[in-house]
């Protein structure tokens, strides 16, 4: 059994995980109604892993002979201007989620929780590749200024980008 401490904070990151996915489908109807349909499909493949980070969390407390309690999501910002701010949105966003994976994992060593400690790591790992993602994303559309041509270029890299199922 997990404590009431660290389930709450645990019901607390489903919900963030569950409001990043609407933050990616924010930023996915932007960019269709840019026509950059390559971004689209990358920022609604991220949409559809955060719901699966939510699940995965949902699954967990479950297991831990715990309640799940779901609380409202927050309607996400959608005032873009550019590829490039909706990505540094993201890069924002993805440190943010990654300073909760930490205090999740802080708070589960503190209530001597060795099994959420272990469970977290995965969730710790997946945060680093968030971060680099946004991360290369940014530099690319940095390093190519106003260049459609390499716009368009991306966005066509961007849209191979397919939906394989998370799991813990």
Not at 138 to 147: A, M, V
Request: aromatic residues 14%; glycine residues 2%.
């Amino acid at each position: 059994m997990i404590s009431d401490k660290v389930k709450n904070v645990l019901n607390e990151q489903i919900n963030k995980e569950f409001y990043s996915a609407y933050l990616y489908l924010a930023m996915s109807a932007y960019f269709y109604d840019e026509g950059l349909y390559g971004f689209a499909n990358w920022t609604k493949v991220q949409a559809r892993e955060e719901v699966d980070h939510g699940m995965i969390i949902f699954d967990y407390i479950i297991d831990r002979d715990a309640t799940v309690e779901l609380k409202p999501i927050n309607v996400p910002d959608i005032d873009y201007k550019s590829p490039l701010m909706a990505f540094e949105k993201i890069l924002e966003h993805e440190r943010y989620v990654t300073s909760l994976i930490e205090s999740i994992a802080n708070l589960s060593m503190d209530e001597c929780d060795l099994a959420t400690r272990n469970f977290i790591n995965w969730y710790l790992r997946e945060q680093v590749e968030e971060e680099k993602n946004a991360s290369d994303i940014i530099t690319k559309l940095k390093l190519f200024g106003d260049d459609k041509a390499a716009l368009y270029l991306m966005n066509k890299e961007l849209a191979k980008r397919e939906y394989h199922k998370h799991e813990y």
